[in-house]
Nanobody, 124 residues
Framework: QVQLVESGGGLVQAGGSLRLSCALS????????MGWFRQAPGKEREFVAA????????DYADSVKGRFTISRDNAKNTVYLQMNSLKPEDTAAYYC?????????????????WGQGTQVTVSS
């Protein structure tokens, strides 16, 4: 069973940066496309970014394009989300997810493994 552990969340002022990490264990990391989703209180979980197994293809939500960058290190079994120019509306719990043999979908139901989440809070 795939296991995912996120880290790197915290409290940051608007305009600041954070880098989230997500480590996969229990399966072969390079077999998985990876995604980041987020959920704010009272809102639906939403797609943030995704990356193919090779890292050659990425996708972003319009709300984060140009500010967030997803990347992966297959040697470290880790996917990253670099978040720059953070805004208060980016405040949410951020979850990474794994999609076996996928290409990096923006649909949550494409993913079969989820982490516990890491909280990101952006103050104005």
């Amino acid at each position: 069973q795939v296991q995912l552990v996120e880290s790197g969340g915290g409290l940051v002022q608007a305009g600041g940066s954070l880098r989230l990490s997500c480590a996969l264990s229990g399966r072969t990391f390079r077999n998985y496309a990876m995604g980041w989703f987020r959920q704010a209180p009272g809102k639906e979980r939403e797609f943030v970014a995704a990356i193919s197994w090779s890292g050659g293809s990425t996708d972003y939500a319009d709300s984060v394009k140009g500010r967030f960058t997803i990347s992966r290190d297959n040697a470290k079994n880790t996917v990253y989300l670099q978040m720059n120019s953070l805004k208060p509306e980016d405040t949410a719990a951020y979850y990474c997810a794994a999609d076996y043999a996928g290409s990096g979908s923006n649909r949550a139901d494409s993913y079969e493994g989820w982490g516990q989440g890491t909280q990101v809070t952006v103050s104005s």
